[in-house]
């Protein structure tokens, strides 16, 4: 529009996330993202952890947010790829208004959707506010002929701007949610971007409750196929040399994982110190890494 004018629902999509970056704001640093940079996250946050007067900044995440009954919808010939280098968590928040509340939902299953369509392609993804069974556990993401669904579950958080003044306990038990779901998501985050698809999550929840004040149903989906065990295997690889080398390829405790596992003999040995010193730099090894590597 133009000429003073402007769509009223723009107007309330503004308030909506003013009112949620009010409420987040409590948790710690929450920048809003300027509107022609908008790609599909809303927010950036970071939650804070306070000791006196000093703030120290924490995990970071990113949330996306609607008002009213507006569908939590993805849809571009890009989004594939833009959803596959994203690497920060990802979380979708519904703004009421009316109620001054805001409900927070986890995105955690895109995770697997993401890893087990990298041979297909990702034009629309239908985040739904639901478990998506009646059993009340989190149902599997879809994907048919480039159209996604992922289901979210219920919220995870549910808190109103009077909560933030009335209820201080409540809100701290929140932070603690948040933290928890957060972590999750990093994790797994790092997981997939280094293809090592073993992710973590939770299929049946209770809002606003961690697993210390209720049971809460987990889910390790794990995916299979030749490219992943190479990679695992290079991983394995990896970790023994420098276990090796901090520890001695001899030591008791490590000769079952250092030579045993993965059969090395004084030449793999010799080979895979090549390989170590070659992808880091002199001086990253501990000092008695030559006599252990050596004795």
Not at 138 to 163: Q, T
Request: a neutral charge; one cysteine or more; charged letters at 25%.
């Amino acid at each position: 529009m133009g000429g003073g004018t402007t769509g009223n629902n723009l107007n309330q999509g503004r308030r909506a996330e003013a009112m949620a970056q009010y409420i987040m704001s409590k948790f710690g640093p929450c920048q809003r993202v300027l509107q022609e940079n908008d790609y599909g996250i809303d927010f950036y946050c970071n939650l804070m952890e306070v000791k006196g007067s000093v703030g120290k900044t924490g995990l970071l995440y990113g949330m996306q947010v609607k008002s009213g009954d507006e569908e939590f919808i993805y849809e571009s010939t890009n989004l594939h790829k833009w959803l596959l280098q994203y690497n920060i968590p990802m979380f979708m928040c519904r703004a009421d208004r009316g109620k001054a509340s805001i409900k927070i939902f986890s995105t955690w299953f895109l995770n697997q959707l993401l890893v087990q369509s990298r041979s297909h392609k990702i034009h629309r993804i239908e985040f739904i506010e639901n478990y998506g069974n009646s059993e009340k556990t989190l149902k599997s993401p879809e994907l048919v002929d480039g159209l996604a669904k992922v289901w979210m579950g219920p919220p995870i958080v549910e808190l109103s701007v009077n909560d933030l003044e009335e209820e201080p306990e409540k809100v701290d038990e929140i932070k603690e949610v948040l933290k928890l779901w957060v972590s999750i998501e990093v994790q797994n985050y790092s997981k997939r971007n280094i293809d090592l698809p073993i992710f973590f999550g939770y299929i049946h929840w209770d809002t606003n409750k961690t697993f210390r004040k209720h049971q809460m149903r987990y889910f390790m989906p794990h995916i299979y196929s030749d490219t992943v065990t190479d990679k695992v295997f290079e991983y394995i690889v990896q970790a023994c040399a420098l276990i090796g080398f901090n520890k001695g390829f001899d030591h008791k405790d490590l000769v079952p994982l250092t030579r045993h596992l993965l059969n090395l003999d004084e030449a793999s040995i010799i080979s895979i110190r090549a390989w170590y010193s070659n992808h880091f730099k002199k001086g990253i090894e501990p000092d008695h890494s030559e006599k252990n590597a050596t004795s």
